[in-house]
């Protein structure tokens, strides 16, 4: 009889704050740049640089605790995790071992067994390393220090996942959280958001854990996915044939789904942590405590909630428009303009889900104004424009946020109400088209299709199909 494994998984979380400055200086913190432009003696740790701390940095990590109900620590202090590496300037990173500024929270998800607590270990508040480029032609490796000093919080869960499913649904919870809080935009695909997957098996009952191995390189959901059914499984493999798993970190290859070894796992006394003499401990007052407790947003359960009794939307609509703290604003804002609940979700849910899924763009890249959306659902309410017009003219919008009232008026697209020359234009399709009328008279319903679109032809698309159907059917 085979047996009956499981899997444990605890998640690292790395989060690139959305502050303009780095963690311990004034260098900017915007992606891209050209390398090595965004530096300071702090940042590049020259020798005599004194750090000073982000106040910044310390609201976001205390509200995204908050927000996972974890004990703020009231004294906490930062400690020199110390290593060799070149992307790491001052050959230690500024970290928080012993006092890290969250500890022992919780997020709540949804699993097929109903909802499951996984519990946070703990949030601490560190900077990010420089990156390392290979360059294959020259032979040589480049090290550029933008990106060193960047603030981080690490979250750090209990081993309390059991499959690839929770810890997706875990970091959806996280990733989400953080957004509504404005603290990160977590894009995995450009580095702000990074979870390293620490995972073993054991046999189903026991309470041992088994050998872990920590999983790094993973940024997109799929990928992690993957990792962890293919390190499952690797790891399962070794227990079969006999053999054991080392403890070792792993570095995930996307492209041909394999893990390779990377090093074996350092503990914490290989760093020679110590307290960083050159920063001052943090005392959190009760004051900031409150001061930050008070502009915690409405989070995405309880706006699903309120859109429910409010807005009279479908479920699908709410969880869709919610899943997205940018989309949920633009929603809001444009019903508080006047505009139908309704009629402003079902261009969310369709024109603009179609648009950002064509250009492979995330719902927080929209660029066109609540203002604007409200316009040109308007201009479909008063039968300004036919639904075909208000397609085209959204698809301007949604690249560049034009104005499309004016945009109408100028490019010549408002529909024609004069009832009359709608009357000479089908009464002239009419009489050109006299088979079709002797079909649609023989009960051929689907011929006054053809003379519809005829008419519309006629009037450059500036009718109301609508009206063109009454208009045929009283001539015929």
Partial sequence: MSKEYETVIGLEVHVELA??????????????????????????????SLPVLNKKVLEYAVAVGLASNCQITRYCKFDRKNYFYPDNPQNYQISQLYLPICRDGWVEIDTPDGPKKIGIHEIHMEEDAGKLIHDEWEDCTLVDYNRSGVPLIEIVSEPDMRNADEVIAYLEKLRLIIQYLGASDCKLQEGSMRADVNLSVREKGTEEFGTRTEMKNLNSFRAIARAIEGEKNRQIDLLEAGES????????????????????????????????????????????????????????????????????????????????????????????????????????MVETLRLLKEKELDPEDIRFSPENLSKLIALTEEKAINSTVAKEVFEVMFEEDVDPE?????????????EGALRRTVEEVIAANPQSVQDYRNGKEKAIGFLVGQTMKAMKGKADPGSVNKLLKELL
Avoid at 23 to 39: E, K, L, Q, V
Wanted: charge should be negative.
């Fill in 245 to 348: 798993v080392i403890q070792e970190t792993r570095r995930w290859d996307d492209a041909k789904e394999v893990s390779y070894a990377m090093r074996s796992k350092e503990d914490a006394q290989d760093y020679r942590y110590f307290p960083d003499p050159d920063l001052v401990p943090v005392s959190v007052s009760d004051e900031f405590l409150e001061e930050i407790r008070a502009r915690q947003p409405e989070f995405r359960t309880e706006k699903m909630k309120r859109y429910k009794e409010e807005f009279d939307i479908p479920d699908y609509d709410i969880e869709i428009i919610t899943g997205s703290k940018h989309m949920a604003d633009i929603f809001e804002a444009t019903v508080a303009l006047g505009s139908q609940p309704k009629k402003v979700s079902n261009w969310l």
């Fill in 19 to 48: 502050t303009r400055t780095k963690i311990f200086c004034g260098c900017s913190t915007a992606f891209g740049g050209s390398p090595n432009s965004h530096t300071c003696p702090v940042c590049t740790g020259m020798p005599g």
């Fill in 406 to 418: 004016k945009y109408v008026e100028e490019k010549g697209l408002k529909m024609v109400s004069d």
